[in-house]
């Protein structure tokens, strides 16, 4: 059997799955499978190993159905000298296998193998570099005894903490110093700290370390930190900061543990890049006026900061939670793990090999790629296991899925979506909770029924459990074959829009709540001015206007609610009215406002606006100083070349000096020398005329 030109090989795990070589062999077919019989082994890796052998001999793709045995496959293909050869595996036994519905669970069965069976591009990643120049943060002795433990394998360097009566060492053997650290950033490699009651210890310090007179405002450098003293954390959702370790100071395992870590992060890393940014897509600011703070406002661990009209992500802070992507409205911050639309694509093909294959009411379990996956494997040992209509789906992170994630889901059959939350994503649920919130709202508003997606949050497996078998079964619109092409604000309109297709109740226009990144502006068209201020600064082009005629328009389907229209606008006549919009007129530009041109009243040259011109008119004739004449006042209904001209001409110009002097050439310094010779010629001439007398 194929999956995408994989060959697949099936193994029942020494019978303790329920799987029939024939239903398999046609759910499989059905949900897409290239043909050919299924063939079951039973103990593929240790009994049949040779058939494994005989497969990777085959020299095509493989696509292993086991993941425990993965690095007992890996190796078997190292020495058959296959290394080279594309082998990937899925998990079927814990997520659909080792099931009290597990006879009942070859749709779901089929399902995973397609989605599995599909191939992305690797997603790009970010190179981090520890010399190991390592701070220890502590108030006691512990800091100095580890120091003098990693000496050998890193560069330590001891800070304390207002120490008290810390005995000296017999030797300095790593450098110790005391301080406050007030300020800290940076990331595994290049962390940077502020430190206030800096100073080095005294060589005479005796019973106890004694310190020079203290400084503020140190600074320093390092690639890792490892902080004791159990206070305030020095980052914001510290446990996602690499190269920064906090161990509880009071739980010696948890010290150990981070010692043994410190100690390895020396030499070059590789991080994925988790989100890609389009600057010319953000919406944060225009005209120094500050529209959408959404990423802002999720992001955890500070990697996100205000850079003008948009924003910078620190893709070396990144921890990978995707909350900025889940809420941005344009799409200008993406989840690029997987890359591309791989996501979407893996959610289509799951739902649609499972409906083809003869599944029904299928439930989509969101989970991650750690705590997830762990539930899901305690259910599956310890309990009844996943039911044979929920199918698990895994991400790096449940914080990256957002509005149009969650509505594809929909649109491509699921009847319900279980969000499983782990301890890590305490607190940093809100931004998911609020695209949570708008899909909820919206199939409300097309009269569905509620609860269709909600966050499953118990860290006892047998409470996950019960949540999953007591989920009713609800019914579901016809799921869409859309395909997964374009970008976030698309596939959403084109999920929401297959969904009020097939709605009870397809309502034209759903009101959306307060932050929902759709909707219209109400503007009072009877205050606005023209002034198209506004137009200027929209970022997505929803406000347009005409060059030839002074017009406003508006495109609703391209308003992501930022609200930096309404900011800028100098009559504050915009309000924002979040809503969706399924009319066709939403897609093309509505005209707000239109008015003739007002034409000069001297040359006749068209300009400005007539509601403008008159507005400053009204504000302005005769009660300006400069306006408070009878015929002043027209200067106002003129175009900019008219008014210099005619404020010329009545020479009245309140800028005017004194007259400049006319510029001095040779010419005429010789015409001057010429009359002071004629007079000194003269002079003599009456001078001899007298003697003579």
């Known amino acids: 059997m194929k999956f995408n030109r994989k060959t697949v090989a099936l193994c029942d795990c020494e019978a303790t799955m329920t799987l029939d070589a024939a239903s398999l062999a046609r759910v499989c077919g059905a949900a897409g499978s290239d043909g050919g019989a299924v063939e079951l082994h039973t103990q593929l890796c240790r009994s049949q190993i040779g058939k494994f052998q005989r497969l990777i001999a085959a020299d095509g793709p493989l696509l292993v159905a086991c993941t425990q045995e993965a690095p007992l496959f890996d190796e078997a293909r190292v020495e058959a000298g296959k290394a080279e050869l594309p082998v990937s595996y899925v998990n079927i036994r814990e997520r659909a296998g080792w099931s009290d519905e597990g006879a009942h669970a070859a749709p779901k069965i089929a399902a995973l193998l397609a989605e599995a069976a599909l191939d992305f591009p690797p997603t790009a990643s970010v190179g981090l570099e520890s010399k190991g120049v390592t701070l220890i943060y502590g108030r006691d002795e512990r800091a100095i005894e580890i120091a003098r433990r990693l000496r050998d394998r890193l560069d330590v360097t001891v800070m304390l903490d207002r120490p008290d009566a810390v005995a000296p060492p017999r030797a300095m053997d790593v450098p110790i110093y005391k301080g406050t650290i007030v300020g800290a950033r940076g990331h595994l490699g290049g962390f940077e700290i502020v430190v206030d009651d800096y100073a080095a210890p005294l060589p005479s310090s005796r019973r106890q370390l004694v310190f020079e007179p203290p400084r503020k405002g140190a600074s320093a450098t390092c690639d890792l930190i490892l902080d004791l003293t159990g206070g305030t954390p020095l980052f914001p959702a510290h446990e996602k900061r690499d190269g920064y370790l906090r161990p509880d100071p009071g739980d010696a395992a948890a010290v150990e543990r981070a010692v043994f870590a410190l100690a390895d992060l020396v030499g070059t890393f590789d991080k994925p890049r988790y989100v890609d940014f389009h600057a010319d897509l953000c919406a944060h600011q225009r005209s120094r006026k500050t529209g959408c703070t959404r990423c802002l406002d999720v992001c955890p661990v500070g990697a996100i900061a205000p850079a003008g009209d948009t924003v910078a992500i620190d893709e070396r802070v990144c921890a990978g939670c995707g909350a900025c992507a889940s809420v941005c409205p344009t799409g200008a911050a993406s989840y690029a793990l997987p890359a ?49 209509r929920v199918l698990p789906f895994a991400v790096n992170s449940i914080t990256q899925v957002g509005l149009d994630f969650l509505s594809c889901a929909l649109a491509y059959g699921a009847t319900q979506l279980r969000v499983l939350a782990g301890p890590k994503n305490r607190g940093e649920l809100d931004g998911l909770a609020q695209q949570i919130g708008l899909v909820e709202t919206a199939m409300a508003g097309l009269g569905y029924s509620g609860g269709r997606v909600a966050i499953v949050d118990a860290a006892d497996p047998e409470q996950v459990e019960a949540a999953l078998y007591d989920l009713p079964r609800v019914a579901a619109p016809a799921p869409g074959t859309f395909l997964p092409m374009g970008g976030k604000r698309t596939l959403t309109l084109l999920a929401l829009r297959h969904l009020r297709d097939h709605a009870p109740a397809p309502a034209e226009i759903l009101p959306l709540p307060h932050g929902a990144p759709f909707g219209a502006l109400a503007i009072d068209a009877k205050g606005c001015t023209l002034c198209l201020a506004c137009v200027g600064a929209c970022p997505t082009g929803a406000l347009g206007d005409n060059p030839d005629r002074p017009t406003l328009t508006f495109t609703e389907d391209a308003c992501v609610q930022c609200g930096i229209c ?15 919009n399924f ?40 009660k300006h100083a400069m306006f408070m004449q009878g015929d002043a006042r027209f200067r106002l209904m003129m175009c900019e070349d008219c008014r210099v001209v005619v404020q010329f001409e009545q020479g009245n110009d309140p800028f005017a000096g004194k007259p400049r002097p006319l510029p001095r050439t040779s010419e005429d310094d010789f015409r001057e020398r010429e009359v002071l010779e004629a007079r000194a010629r003269l002079e003599k001439e009456r001078a001899k005329d007298r003697e003579g007398g």
């Open 566 to 580: 309404r900011s800028t606008c100098p009559e504050k006549v915009i309000a924002l009215a979040p809503r969706f």
């Open 340 to 388: 591309g639309g791989a996501l979407f694509q893996r959610l289509r093909t799951l739902l649609q090999a499972y409906r083809a294959a003869g599944g029904s009411d299928p439930v989509l379990l969101l989970h991650d790629t750690s705590h997830g996956e762990e539930m899901v494997a305690a259910i599956a040992r310890q309990g009844r296991g996943l039911p044979a």
């Open 583 to 622: 009319a066709d007129a939403a897609r093309s530009p509505v005209v707000v406002k239109q008015e003739p041109p007002f034409h000069c009243v001297r040359c006749g040259k068209p300009f400005g606006t007539r509601g403008a011109i008159e507005r400053i008119v009204e504000k302005l004739a005769g």
